[in-house]
């Protein structure tokens, strides 16, 4: 594995992490902590570290298993959640950017993960009335210097602005392959504001996976279901040039993306899902594909953090 220091802080991330929108019942299937067990046990073999979250997949559920699963080694991971997306049910949300609101869910969520600190506490979704609410960001900070936030962040689309608050230390972007939006402003911005990014949809859903062909379509209970079945036959059929005209011979399509996410010099890291122990070892393989001479500003030697180490033990 290879680690990265997360934007201007100390904090040294795998440069794959654990998405884990999966675990709140949101893609098909429902999770037994037995196995979300066995898929952190395989993390923690690969070197990975670094886990995104939020209170809003499920009623706290992803957050809960994750608790459970990480409980014996807590130091060792770099916990990421978020806050402002209250689950109403599947795929039904209310929103709540109050600092009163942030207070509440922050403390649900650590007693849902069952830690005294998040390592990244991040936005989830930012509007202008959110970046431009003083409460809410004092409020933040108050956590912070309280010691039950290490680090704030933003969860966005393509909108630059929540950049401008001097809190912010990290981003969550849309980014893959097929969706370039975030290169037009945003990941300049953060290259150049120093701060760590985690590329978040990076296989797209599933469809850089190199699993699916023109004429798929994802049952009942699965989040896919949403996408207009107009475009998802055009999307598909990209998908198969790019396989055919830019993937790597020998290489599986969903490790060349997630290595084409990380060759970029303002991402950190790639936060990819996995439902099983396979998907997890093939998501931690992208790693191999990066260079010995890899140059990137955020690169850190692995002595300097260990096997998996990066923010736990050794620095806190």
Known sequence: MRFRRLGKSE???SVVGIGTWQFGGEWGKKFKPKE?????????D??????????????????KLIGKAIKPDRDRW???TKFGHKFNGFLSRSVDYSAKGMVSQLEKSL????????DVYQVHGVSRETYEDD????ALEKQQKLGKIRLIGVSIGHDPTSLGRDLVQTV????????LGAEKEVLPLCLKKDLGVLARVPLASGFLSGKYKPGHRWGKGDVRKRIESDGIDTKLGEVQRIQKEEVFSGTSMAIWALHWCLRHPAVTAVIPGCKSVEQIRANGAAAELLTNQETHPQAVEV????????YGSQQR
């Open 11 to 13: 904090v040294s991330v």
């Open 36 to 44: 979300v067990g066995e898929i952190f046990e395989a993390a923690r």
């Open 46 to 63: 690969l070197g990975i570290n670094l886990i995104d979250t939020a209170e809003c997949y499920g009623d706290h559920t992803s957050e």
């Open 78 to 80: 770099v916990v990421a």
């Open 111 to 118: 007693r849902a993960l069952k830690t005294d600190w998040i």
């Open 135 to 138: 409460a809410l960001w004092t």
């Open 172 to 179: 969550q972007v849309h980014y893959n392959r097929l969706e």
């Open 303 to 310: 002595s300097e953090v260990g096997t998996a180490t990066a």
